[in-house]
């Protein structure tokens, strides 16, 4: 996920805390009555664990965003990295994976991504347009890099640059966006590289950023009118239990108008939990 709302995250974590009373009518009174609880995550915060499903149909799902990809030549035999972890090349001569050799995806479309490595520099080409460097540390500033699939083999891919043209490895200290390429996917072709995932987040952000504007709507929608509801409540009040315990977004706050890729609607349902609490 984007580091963009520290201030909101902390919003995040107070709203999380908060505790709403079931009581059919009733609330807890002064003599200390003990609370039992029960908590309804996954509903107003959703997360991968807790709703696998609402992922399913995201094309390239696990190519969301925050996603840490690792790249290994299949000529040279060797993982891409760069350089002093950010802020000059990219070369091709690790052996093995870790920090400097992982690219964090910032997901436009399903192919469609900028690259941030480990010092927070974004991939680009540089003045020559043809060389591949971390430099740039606003995203606004790098390029856009479509990274296609092997369409019988999704661990192995091939990267376009801007420029138009492919990465390839063209030695262990050189790797450049200058190829064409005939999209044959041979192993002498140093613009194949096979991949490895060394992480995947799945949030709000990602389910929203995967399936974006014109879908993400009506699958958040769905989800927070099905996930709880008002016979939940009462199964929780006849069960005994007099509290719950709802985690609630930052992005909340804005709604129904909350900054993209987040879509509004989830304080209607917040207002439901309340009225279905009394």
Not at 44 to 66: H, R, Y
Not at 204 to 226: C, F, R
Request: proline share 4%; net charge neutral.
């Amino acid at each position: 996920m984007k580091n963009t709302h520290s201030k909101g995250q902390l919003i995040f974590f107070v709203f999380a805390f908060a505790l709403f009373i079931i009581s059919n009518g009733r609330t807890l009174s002064a003599n200390n009555q003990m609370i039992k609880a029960v908590n309804l995550g996954g509903w107003l915060v959703t997360e991968g664990w807790m709703k696998p499903s609402l992922f399913d149909s995201i094309p390239n799902k696990d190519f969301l965003d925050g996603a840490a990809l690792q790249f290994k030549s299949k000529t040279i035999g060797k993982f891409l990295a760069a350089e002093l972890g950010g802020g000059t090349i990219i070369v091709a001569n690790r052996s093995s994976a870790s920090g400097w050799e992982t690219f964090r995806l910032w997901r436009i479309n399903e192919t469609s991504f900028h690259m941030r490595v480990f010092n927070k520099q974004f991939l680009g080409l540089d003045s020559t347009g043809i060389n591949l460097v971390a430099i740039a540390t606003d995203y606004k500033t790098s390029g856009v890099f479509e990274i296609i699939r092997k369409s019988d083999d999704p661990s192995l891919v091939r990267i376009k640059a801007p420029n138009g043209s492919f990465l390839q490895a063209k030695t262990q200290d050189l790797v450049t966006a200058d190829l064409k390429g005939d999209g044959q996917w041979r192993d002498d072709d140093p613009s194949v590289f096979e991949i490895t995932i060394a992480q995947t987040l799945q949030g709000e952000y990602q389910v929203t950023n995967g399936y974006g504007p014109s879908k993400a709507p009506q699958i958040m929608n769905d989800h927070w009118n099905t996930f709880i509801v008002e016979n939940d409540f009462n199964f929780i009040a006849t069960s005994g239990l007099n509290t719950v315990r709802i985690p609630v977004g930052w992005w909340t706050a804005s709604d129904p108008t909350p900054p993209k890729p987040y879509v509004g609607g989830s304080l209607q349902y917040l207002d439901k939990a309340f009225l279905w609490a009394t």
